[in-house]
């Protein structure tokens, strides 16, 4: 007799969620290089795998080519932890030539890890702004914005992100909507004080044969190259910056 799974109300509350979609890997599987896109599971699972052990309140969870992490509320707090993870998660797998993109939502989400039942507001904005992006980034959904708002986090004091016309495959109808854009590796810097992950995606960018998809690359070295912040500038150092500003 099969297991009856059951609705527990205790698996559900608003929290923070990051979404991730790593990209190519449709086309290296079609051409037969399995082993290229299961180099690229096993980078970003055992990440997540050694963040989760240092950040006991974020969970993660994986199904085909997509990796989702979140939080056990919507605090200031776990904002700190997913957004640390999902930063270092993007940075690691860029490093490695791997193209992501990605999105933070805030709001309900069902977790049932022991079934791996996952359901709800929080993922399927993440879903819909991380698809919908047309280059390699990670962006704040508009409840993400919202929260941190609530909680005097506002997005012009965060020293990773920028509000930022993002650009998408379709355009969204509201006007309105705020979308917060993380200036990819301002966290990580050289000697020099130079964006350490910028030359990578500029070598990516470079290896790209079809155009539409070089444009992905440059529209992302284009954002970072007009916004990254030096360290220097921003009174800190790259050794003592905040890590979860």
Not at 158 to 181: G, I, M, W
Not at 198 to 208: G, H, N, P, V, W
Request: charged content about 25%; aromatic content about 12%; hydrophobic content about 40%.
């Amino acid at each position: 007799m099969s297991e009856i799974i059951s609705y527990n109300p205790l698996n559900i509350s608003s929290l923070w969620l990051g979404y991730f979609d790593l990209l190519g890997t449709s086309k290296l599987i079609q051409s037969g290089k399995i082993l290229e896109v299961f180099i690229a599971y096993q980078e970003a699972l055992e990440k997540l795998k050694g963040w989760e052990k240092r950040h006991p309140n974020v969970s993660s969870a994986w199904f085909s080519d997509t990796f989702i992490i979140f939080s056990e509320d919507d605090s200031e707090l776990s904002f700190q932890a997913v957004d640390l993870i999902s930063r270092w998660l993007i940075f690691s797998l860029l490093r490695r030539s791997i193209p992501v993109r990605g999105a933070i939502a805030c709001g309900p989400f069902y977790a049932d890890n022991s079934n791996r039942i996952y359901l709800g507001q929080a993922l399927l904005e993440a879903y819909e702004w991380g698809e919908n992006q047309d280059w390699i980034g990670m962006l704040l959904c508009p409840s993400s914005v919202t929260r941190l708002a609530e909680l005097n986090l506002p997005i012009k004091e965060r020293l990773n992100y920028t509000l930022y016309d993002v650009p998408f495959k379709k355009p969204h109808q509201n006007e309105s909507l705020s979308f917060a854009a993380c200036i990819l590796g301002q966290w990580v810097r050289s000697s020099s004080d130079q964006n350490i992950l910028l030359e990578y995606i500029r070598k990516m960018s470079i290896s790209q044969k079809e155009e539409q998809v070089r444009l992905k690359y440059e529209r992302t070295i284009q954002f970072i190259e007009k916004y990254d912040r030096k360290l220097a500038n921003q009174g800190m150092q790259a050794d003592t910056a905040d890590p979860y500003r």
